[in-house]
């Protein structure tokens, strides 16, 4: 698994690539925490490049979106491909997470809190 | 008298030691006095002591008691020229003044100069082959450099897993607790440039011209060698002095080096050999899990007229978190299958507690809706790992056949009928238990037809992927269970298992994976 960070419009964005499963989410989990260390964290992960995440990857996803909240910041999720939809449709987790089509308008959506 | 020892361990080369001062501690301890390396030896194995001019030897309660002269050791004896002792299984034996020392080993005998140094590179040589750990080791290095180099303090420093230098162990001949600091500039000579160092006098030595700790701490001898092998650097090893009290020379840098380099070439082993012993314990503790783990599953399935039920759990390899369990509660039986996220401990523990949670609420009037929102509550409770369990919970009315299901966050249940396979769409989607505390679950029911199977499983049959990355997938689990619809339930688990093992192949398994089929024909 590859991940790319980006700052845009006062937004960190994290794009992991590849398959999100119990080998490689601490690495994922390694970028996430110092994003969400700050005082409003505003996050976006964009799943554009991911194929694959196992419920390892979801947990991570979890914990990122209880530490966000009441800090007056956000997390949103974008570019879910089918396979990966379907894993947090399964789990239940749709309606948890602020899912938006592409990274701009996830990064316009969270820009704005 | 003056009495020698000469020493011959198991393996290895001879050495020789002059019996000196009041008494000599033999040990494997790297603060005896003569250490032999040794597991048959113990710390603190045997003493020499002289009492009026005499030398004795005594045991210190060795596990492997000492033996003078094949006789083991009951209370000390008074030393001889010619005596034998047999320390584990090493053999001393007991020289005289008049005897000539070993040609061998006239170069490594006694007291001061360059053979007592020598025989300090001889003896580090020695203790390296032997069972020390990496503290061991150090340990014996640095106490030997002062024996022969004489500093008032010293220190080893190692790169930690992180490649920060920390002080690995430190000594002072004062017995102060006060730490041995190394100057910063000092650490960057010798491990940044990887050049050993000879500050005669450090607050003159332009290298550390400002350096304040050390000026403020009187006017110091330095010599300090990088400890580095053909890998990089490992750390250093520094010994410092007042210089009205010891100056180091050219000579004493030598001596250090050469140490330096034979703890090199063991630190790197040691190390790597302790980082595997540490992992072989993490793994049998999670072998150990996994056992305990397996037990929890049901080992019988319940016997009720015209009810057929078979379940398979297929662990990988690690501690997994799939469970399944099925329970007879007068005419009703509850079952479930679910999947903690992850694979750890702390999966199989979560997994643990909800089997636990399952069997307290699955029972009596209960409604499987109501069991699975106890249970979330439960789980959900004090969640700051967001620990989650994704789960199936269903209750079969053994009267009538009907079957109440809570779909919490988990694969969708399949029926199967005759040569017919159908998803269980009307289900609603509840969250995987554990997530949000006050959640609600509600069931979806219907009636299972004499032909029907009823098919639970878990995502370690759709992940499971064959040697060349492939998942498995819905579309063939589907197929798979489609090609055995009209089987009983024991055949058609085994068969869907099998389908997926053959297309896994010989790639290891990285889920659990799970399977549950039910069928239920009530008596007419």
């Known amino acids: 698994m590859q991940i790319t960070e980006a700052q845009q419009d006062g937004v960190h964005v994290i794009a992991p690539s590849g398959r999100i499963d119990t080998t490689t989410v601490g690495a994922l989990e390694a970028r996430l925490v110092p994003a969400l260390a700050v005082a409003r964290p505003r996050v976006v992960v964009d799943f554009s490049g991911v194929e694959y995440i196992s419920s390892a990857g979801l947990r991570v996803l979890l914990v990122a979106a209880r530490r966000v909240q009441g800090t007056g910041g956000g997390l949103a999720l974008c570019g879910m491909g089918d396979a990966v939809r379907q894993v947090f449709q399964l789990a239940g987790f749709l309606p948890l997470f602020t899912i938006r089509d592409t990274r701009d308008a996830a990064v316009k959506q969270i820009a704005a809190t | ?524």
């Open chain 2, 1 to 524: 008298m003056t009495l020698r020892i000469r020493v011959q361990p198991a393996h290895g080369d001879a050495s020789e030691h002059r019996l000196e001062g009041a008494e000599l501690i033999v040990g494997r301890a790297t603060t005896a006095s003569i250490v032999i390396p040794d597991h048959r030896v113990s710390r603190q194995h045997a003493r020499f002591l002289q009492r009026e001019g005499a030398w004795w030897v005594e045991d210190l309660g060795a596990r492997n008691r000492t033996l003078l002269n094949g006789v083991p050791l009951e209370h000390p004896e008074k030393l001889r020229a010619g005596d034998r002792l047999q320390v584990g299984d090493a053999v001393l034996r007991v020289i005289g003044d008049s005897e000539a020392p070993d040609d061998r080993d006239t170069g490594l005998t006694t007291s001061g100069g360059d053979r007592a140094r020598m025989w300090t590179i001889n003896e580090i040589h020695r203790a390296i082959a032997g069972p020390l750990s990496v503290a061991e080791l150090l340990d014996l290095i640095l106490a030997r450099c002062f024996d022969v180099l004489n500093p008032e303090e010293g220190v080893i420093m190692l790169r930690g897993p992180d490649g920060a230098l920390a002080t690995a162990t430190s000594r002072r001949r004062d017995a102060s607790t006060t730490p041995v600091v190394v100057p910063r500039r000092l650490v960057d000579e010798v491990v940044g440039k990887v050049q050993p160092a000879l500050v005669d006098d450090a607050a003159y030595d332009e290298r550390f011209a400002g350096s304040a700790s050390i000026i403020s701490s009187g006017l110091r001898s330095i010599v300090a060698a990088p400890i580095v092998d053909a890998e990089g650097t490992l750390g250093l090893i520094m010994l410092c002095s007042r210089v009205a009290v010891r100056r180091f020379t050219q000579p004493d840098l030598e001596m250090l080096l050469t140490i330096a380099s034979a703890a090199a070439l063991r630190v790197r082993n040691l190390a790597l050999a302790e980082a595997l012993a540490a992992r072989r314990i993490v793994e049998h503790e999670l072998e150990v899990a996994h056992e305990v783990q397996m037990a929890m599953l049901p080992r019988t399935m319940p016997a009720y007229p015209g009810l057929t039920v078979s379940a398979r759990l297929k662990p990988a390899h690690s501690v997994g978190g799939d469970l399944y369990d099925v329970a007879l509660d007068a005419d009703r039986l509850w079952f479930i299958v679910a999947d903690v996220a992850g694979k750890s401990i702390a999966a199989a523990l979560y997994m643990a507690i909800t089997k636990a949670l399952f069997r307290a609420t699955a029972h009596g009037t209960a409604d499987v809706s109501e069991v699975a929102t106890r249970m979330n509550e439960q789980l959900a409770r004090d969640n700051d790992r967001m620990m989650f369990v994704t789960a199936l919970v269903g209750c079969l009315d053994l009267q009538s056949g009907s079957v109440s299901l809570v779909d919490a966050g988990h694969n969708p249940a399949m029926l199967a009928s005759r040569d017919a396979l159908r998803e269980i769409l009307d289900i609603p989607k509840g969250t995987a238990l554990g997530v949000i505390e006050h959640a609600a679950y509600t069931a979806a029911r219907f009636t299972l037809s004499p032909h029907d199977t009823l098919i639970l499983y878990t995502d370690g049959l759709t992940d499971a992927r064959s040697p060349d990355g492939e998942m498995f997938g819905e579309d063939r689990v589907r197929e798979a269970m489609r090609a055995v619809a009209d089987t009983l339930p024991g055949s058609l688990v085994a068969h869907v298992i099998a389908a997926v093992e053959r297309f896994a192949g010989a790639a290891p398994p990285e889920d659990d994976l799970t399977l549950l089929a039910l069928r239920y024909a009530p008596a007419s």
